[in-house]
Protein backbone atom coordinates (compact mmCIF):
# COMPACT_ATOMS: atom_id res chain seq x y z
CA UNK A 1 0.00 0.00 0.00
CA UNK A 2 1.29 3.59 -0.73
CA UNK A 3 0.26 6.80 1.64
CA UNK A 4 0.46 10.33 0.08
CA UNK A 5 1.38 12.27 3.51
CA UNK A 6 0.99 16.42 2.37
CA UNK A 7 1.50 19.68 4.89
CA UNK A 8 2.29 23.07 4.85
CA UNK A 9 -1.39 24.78 3.78
CA UNK A 10 -2.83 27.39 6.22
CA UNK A 11 -4.36 30.61 5.87
CA UNK A 12 -2.29 33.67 4.13
CA UNK A 13 -2.82 36.96 3.22
CA UNK A 14 -2.64 38.01 -0.48
CA UNK A 15 0.55 38.14 -2.09
CA UNK A 16 1.90 35.98 0.24
CA UNK A 17 3.64 32.71 -0.29
CA UNK A 18 3.30 28.67 1.15
CA UNK A 19 5.02 25.85 0.23
CA UNK A 20 3.15 22.36 0.02
CA UNK A 21 4.72 19.26 1.03
CA UNK A 22 3.93 15.73 -0.01
CA UNK A 23 5.93 12.68 1.15
CA UNK A 24 5.00 9.10 -0.43
CA UNK A 25 5.58 6.00 1.80
CA UNK A 26 5.28 2.39 1.51
CA UNK A 27 5.93 -0.54 -1.00
CA UNK A 28 7.13 1.69 -3.84
CA UNK A 29 9.09 0.08 -6.91
CA UNK A 30 9.12 3.71 -8.85
CA UNK A 31 7.66 6.86 -8.51
CA UNK A 32 6.73 8.14 -12.30
CA UNK A 33 4.64 11.50 -12.43
CA UNK A 34 4.05 13.76 -9.44
CA UNK A 35 1.58 16.74 -8.79
CA UNK A 36 -0.95 18.81 -7.24
CA UNK A 37 -4.61 19.68 -8.10
CA UNK A 38 -6.70 21.37 -5.73
CA UNK A 39 -10.84 21.77 -5.81
CA UNK A 40 -12.37 25.30 -4.53
CA UNK A 41 -15.96 25.21 -3.28
CA UNK A 42 -18.42 24.43 -5.83
CA UNK A 43 -15.88 23.29 -8.64
CA UNK A 44 -14.53 20.52 -10.00
CA UNK A 45 -11.01 19.39 -9.47
CA UNK A 46 -8.30 20.82 -11.62
CA UNK A 47 -4.44 20.51 -12.25
CA UNK A 48 -1.99 22.43 -10.93
CA UNK A 49 1.25 21.63 -11.66
CA UNK A 50 2.78 18.38 -12.41
CA UNK A 51 6.59 16.77 -12.64
CA UNK A 52 8.22 13.65 -14.20
CA UNK A 53 10.75 11.22 -12.71
CA UNK A 54 12.92 13.37 -14.88
CA UNK A 55 11.99 16.96 -13.71
CA UNK A 56 9.79 17.92 -16.78
CA UNK A 57 7.04 20.39 -15.77
CA UNK A 58 3.85 21.20 -16.36
CA UNK A 59 1.63 24.26 -14.93
CA UNK A 60 -1.63 25.48 -15.14
CA UNK A 61 -2.09 28.66 -16.91
CA UNK A 62 -3.11 30.80 -13.64
CA UNK A 63 -0.37 29.47 -12.02
CA UNK A 64 2.50 30.32 -14.39
CA UNK A 65 5.22 32.21 -13.21
CA UNK A 66 3.56 32.15 -9.40
CA UNK A 67 4.32 28.82 -8.50
CA UNK A 68 7.16 25.78 -8.56
CA UNK A 69 6.69 22.58 -8.31
CA UNK A 70 10.03 20.09 -7.69
CA UNK A 71 10.85 17.26 -6.02
CA UNK A 72 13.14 15.10 -4.36
CA UNK A 73 13.57 11.57 -5.31
CA UNK A 74 15.79 10.41 -2.29
CA UNK A 75 12.86 11.31 -0.26
CA UNK A 76 10.16 10.24 -2.55
CA UNK A 77 8.73 13.75 -1.75
CA UNK A 78 6.81 16.48 -4.15
CA UNK A 79 6.76 20.54 -3.54
CA UNK A 80 4.66 23.31 -4.20
CA UNK A 81 6.10 26.46 -3.76
CA UNK A 82 3.32 28.96 -3.91
CA UNK A 83 4.25 33.05 -4.25
CA UNK A 84 2.05 36.21 -4.78
CA UNK A 85 -1.01 34.22 -3.90
CA UNK A 86 -4.48 35.61 -4.72
CA UNK A 87 -7.97 35.01 -2.93
CA UNK A 88 -9.14 32.65 -6.11
CA UNK A 89 -6.10 30.31 -4.90
CA UNK A 90 -8.05 29.47 -2.15
CA UNK A 91 -8.64 25.33 -2.48
CA UNK A 92 -8.01 22.08 -1.16
CA UNK A 93 -4.92 20.65 -2.60
CA UNK A 94 -4.46 17.43 -3.09
CA UNK A 95 -1.29 15.66 -4.23
CA UNK A 96 -1.17 13.13 -6.65
CA UNK A 97 1.70 10.63 -7.91
CA UNK A 98 1.41 7.46 -10.01
CA UNK A 99 3.16 4.75 -8.46
CA UNK A 100 4.43 1.53 -9.47
CA UNK A 101 4.07 -1.51 -6.93
CA UNK A 102 4.50 -5.48 -6.55
CA UNK A 103 0.83 -5.34 -7.86
CA UNK A 104 1.35 -3.09 -10.81
CA UNK A 105 1.01 0.79 -11.40
CA UNK A 106 -1.47 3.30 -10.33
CA UNK A 107 -2.69 6.47 -9.39
CA UNK A 108 -2.66 7.86 -5.50
CA UNK A 109 -4.22 10.44 -3.87
CA UNK A 110 -2.95 12.44 -0.52
CA UNK A 111 -5.71 13.17 1.67
CA UNK A 112 -5.65 17.57 0.91
CA UNK A 113 -4.42 20.18 2.51
CA UNK A 114 -6.56 23.80 2.77
CA UNK A 115 -4.90 26.71 1.23
CA UNK A 116 -7.19 29.78 2.52
CA UNK A 117 -5.70 33.07 0.94
CA UNK A 118 -7.57 35.88 2.93
CA UNK A 119 -7.15 39.71 4.36
Known amino acids: QVQLVESGGGLVQPGGSLRLSCAASGTILSLNGMGWYRQAPGKQRELVAL???????NYADSVKGRFTISRDNTKNTVYLQMNRLFPEDTAVYYCYANVKTMLGTSHYWGQGTQVTVSS
Open 51 to 57: ITGGGTT
